[in-house]
């Protein structure tokens, strides 16, 4: 069982397009993470978001926390090629040291 | 300037060796971590470590045994390699690991199993 449900599983689009990539779970988290991995390269954290409700933007990136700490969104404007990556989510469980993962978002963007 | 280094980057090995990926880290930290990534991209945690004391240790097999000399330092040693562990091992670390601390990322060990 994924605590921790990314989807879409794959996106490719054209450059220009928007996107939404979304991050659900069943469980609270004290806090969630999106990191962006590209390829041969570890994780790299994008932003951190620790309160329910709360936006945080990163130039054409908008990230939100839901109101209940149980999922997040990634909505990208304006898709560059250098968007591509692998977007990957990541909880932290209340009152553990523990950093749960999600599955996975593959984006490619087409020029 | 490299703040977690992994190695090796490539290790291609037989069934039933033992292997040691070794990891280090500059930044400080006082947290490191042991993951796995599979095919399909899916990153799970495997052990981590705080100020050399293991505090998480997921369902992993016996044969996979990390060890921590001290806190800037976290390798992982595997016994008897089976096909399925063929994967990416990243480590990790990051400060004591209260709600929104980062998480640095080495570059990952390619391990294939043959």
């Known amino acids: 069982t994924q605590l921790l449900e990314q989807s879409p599983q794959f996106l490719s689009i054209q450059e220009g397009e928007n996107l939404t990539v979304y991050c659900n779970s069943s469980s609270v988290f004290s806090s969630l993470q999106w990191y962006r991995q590209e390829p041969g390269e570890g994780p790299v954290l994008l932003v951190t978001?620790?309160?329910?409700?709360e936006v945080k933007k990163l130039k054409r990136l908008t990230f939100q926390f839901g109101d209940a700490r149980k999922d997040s969104s990634l909505h990208i404007t304006a898709a560059q090629p250098g968007d591509t990556g692998l977007y990957l989510c990541?909880?932290?469980?209340?009152?553990?040291?523990?950093?749960?993962f999600g599955t996975g978002t593959r984006l490619k963007v087409l020029a | 300037d490299t703040a977690v280094s992994q190695t090796p980057k490539y290790l291609v090995t037989q069934m039933g060796n033992d292997k040691s990926i070794k990891c280090e880290q500059n930044?400080?930290?006082?947290?490191m971590y042991w993951y796995k990534q599979d095919s399909k991209k899916f990153l799970k945690i495997m052990f981590s470590y705080n100020n050399k004391e293991l505090i998480i240790n997921e369902t992993v097999p016996n044969r996979f045994s990390p060890k921590s000399p001290d806190k800037a330092h976290l390798n992982l040693h595997i016994n008897s390699l089976e096909l399925g562990d063929s994967a990416v091992y990243f480590c990790a670390s990051s400060h004591t690991s209260n709600a929104g601390n980062t998480i640095y990322f080495g570059e990952g060990s390619w391990l294939t199993v043959v």
């Open positions: 930044l400080g930290h006082d947290t």
């Open positions: 990541a909880g932290s469980l209340p009152g553990t040291y523990k950093y749960i």
């Open positions: 978001v620790v309160t329910g409700g």
